[in-house]
Every structure is written in structure tokens, then in C-alpha cells.
């Protein structure tokens, strides 16, 4: 009998530590497959680093740079840099915008000029997909406004009680000569048009407010249906039942050590699995960007906590001024598959096998056993279609081959339908050898990739040897 106890112990012993495991390990895997988090920010100054950019996490706290680190998108208008993105999804998630303050520091202005007679737009960008986007256009919402110098920092929030959008910004409308900026609002439904701007927020005296950012609580967290926190001297923070109703002073971020002095741009993320939410802070007077501040409930200042060490990983670039969305499965699948990052490839010659497609000075050509990074390129989902490929550089991120007066060149995505379509090809059955591959393009469909005298070109394809030209092994 002692025996058998034995054996039948070892037995249950057995079955508790499989369930146990299953226990432990199940939410886990449900957790891992909930959708993630998407970041749409800006870097640093400069012509590169005020444009857009993407970063995905898993779990809010753990980001990765999307589409290789470069910019998914360049404004082409007004100053031609932004910053401090809103990313604006509209409430049957048809339709997604992005507003962007239109400002380039150190690329032709200064602060300054900006501060005093900065660009009174917004750039906007608009899309049914979160992948392909439209050319940009200037809104103007500050023109409106007298003596009005700029429009910083804008955001949006969807107005149940209107119907529209709530579109509030930061301008600087000086007093006595000196600057002062305000938070303003108007309406809109379409970011084409807007309402007659009116004031938001004005702090008293000669106090400043630039930055500020809305989250809505859910039924249950706190007294306040929204909770907005300011960049005005303090992290302030304040609560209201209505967008455009009053608001109730709830304290700052002081107690934490947090002021106005060394840290703005303030941004809200909910986590998707919990009660609990993140106030991302952009670290700007150290230079770092941001960091998460955490807190069960937003509108207690006592409850919020400094992240500690190792708890968030902000990826290899620098974030700075922006807005996260908290993805759905259908988003988080487009998203990953337009912009994480692709094995490299190359491209082999068929009739000279020795040889390899390699950009050279930014020109494209075939040349003799290319191992290195000028001869590999990622195949990423075409810029202009689907069911197309587009070729981005590995060593120039966000740079693409792309066909101009039927020559290749290695460019830079400048966000245009032309540059898509001129960078984007279809993957078809080889002309030499069904089993290689041949590149038709999007807008010519009459002409295909192919070498001459060494070079790339784009030409109509009728002859055996512009077969064999046209026909090349997509390999490592």
C-alpha cells in the first residue's frame, strides 16, 4: 500500500505541476497576443529629425523603432520639418489623421523667429489605413487669431456632445510686447476647416502654457471623466466632465520632482490589460526624451511613480513630442507589415550570375560579387499598392530604388504618390526562367526592370536577351 500512496503521489504531484504550468503560462500567451502600442514622434532638430516616426511595443514600456529608423513620412510644406504629432483616430476607426506643428529648427529658423513669427499652420496628413497616407496640406489656425505669432503643439480629441473634433493648440499672442502663449480650440470635423479659434486655457499674469494632452478615464477611476496634463511651469494636472467644461485644478508633479523646468510634451497611454496608465514626459532640458511615469488613477498627483531602472526601453532613437495609439489586431497587422524591419536581400543577375543589383553614389548598376550592404535591400510591402514589392536600402533607411526617366536611382522617400509609385514593382514569374524572378513596374507596366550595359534601367522588355536582362534570383 505504502507503495502505491507513493506511486499515486508522484502521479498527482505530476498533474498539479502541468496545471499549474498551464495555469501560469496561459495568461502569458493571452497577453502576449493582445494587440500593441503604436508611437508616432519626432527625434531632435534638424531636417531629419523633425519629421515623422513610428515605434511599436508589445507592452508600452518596451518600444522598437518601425521602418529601419528612418521617417515614415517628410512634410513637403510650409517649413518643411515637424513636430509634437498628434496621431487623431476617428471614432468607427475609417479614418486617421496626423497634426503636426509646422516648425524646423535649425534648418532655416531659429527659435526666435519661431516663437515671434512662426508659422500660424499645421501640417496634416490624412489616411483610411495607417499605411498610406496623403500628401500633406496647411491648416491655418492661428491666422485667425489677432496679433497671433504661431501654432505650436496641437492635439485633438473627438467631442461626443458635438459630434466634431475639439482641435486646441498653443499660440503666442504676445502682452506688452512680451510673449505669452495660450491654448486655443475650434472645431472641426474634417482638419480642412476650423471654427472662429477661441481660448482654452490662459494661465494667470505672464504664466505660460504650451504643452497639453487629454485622456478620457473610464466609469469607476477617479472623479472626472478627462483628465489633462499641461506643460505651463508644472506637469499640472486637471480634471473636467466635458471637454469644453470647466476645469477642476488636481495639483502637479512636484511631489515626484517633476516640474515644467526639466521635462514637457506630456503624452497619455492606457494599458490595454489593466487599470493603469503611463504619462510619457520628454526629458528636454537633459536632452534624454521620454520617459513613462506610471499611475493607477490620473487625476491623484500622490499616486503617480518614477519608472525604475530597466523598466522601459525607449528604443535606439530618441523620442520626443508625440501621441500612442492603442492598436487593434487589423491595425497591428498592417502596421507590422508595412514597417518592422525585413531580412536583407540581393538581387542576382540571370545572364551574369557573377553579378548583383548595388547602389554606388546613390546610382544603381550590376556588379561583380557584392556581398556588402550596398548590395542588399529589404522587400518591403509596395509604397503604392498591394500585392507589390518596394526596395529600401539596408545601410540608407528610407531610401528606395526608384525609376526616373527610366533610370534607377537610389532616393530618399519623400512621402509623394509620385515617389510611391515610381518606387513600387510588381514580383512576377521571371521572363528567362519562370523559377527567377522579373520586377514590372506599378505606373509603366509596360516596362520592367532591367540591366544595360551594366546599368539599371526601366524598359519596355521584347527581345530574348531583355528577357534574360530583366530576369534576376531574389537571394541572401
Known sequence: MSALRARLSVMLLAVCLLFTGQALVTP??????DPGYLMLHFTGEGANG?????????????????????PILRSTVGTKGVRDPALVRSPDGGKYWIIATDLCISCGQNWETAVYNGSRNLVVWESTDLINWSEPWLLDVAGAIPDGRNAWAPEAHFDPATNNYVLYWATNKPVNGVKKHRIYYAHTSDFRTITTPQIYIERPGMQEIIDTQIVEMPAGVGNYRYVRASGDGQITLEGSNSILGTWTNLGDLSGIGLTGAQVEGPMWMKFRDRNEWALYLDQ????RG????????PSAPGTYQMPTAGSYDMGALKKRHGSILNLTAAEESRVLARWSDIPAKRLQSYNFQDRYVRHAAFDVRIDQNITGPDAQFRLRPGLAGSGTVSFESVNYRGYFLRHVNNDFQLVRNDGTAQFAGDATFRQVAGLA???????QSYNHPDRYIRHYAYQLRLDPITTTTG???????VTN
Open 28 to 33: 502569458q500567451r493571452a497577453a502576449a497576443a
Open 50 to 70: 523633425q519629421q515623422m516616426y513610428l515605434s511599436h511595443s508589445a507592452d508600452g514600456l518596451h518600444w522598437n523603432d518601425l521602418n529601419g529608423g528612418a
Open 284 to 287: 528636454y532640458s537633459s536632452g
Open 290 to 297: 521620454y520617459m513613462p511615469v506610471t499611475t493607477t488613477n
Open 433 to 439: 526562367d519562370s523559377t527567377w524572378s522579373s520586377f
Open 467 to 473: 528577357r534574360s536582362d530583366a530576369t534576376f534570383r
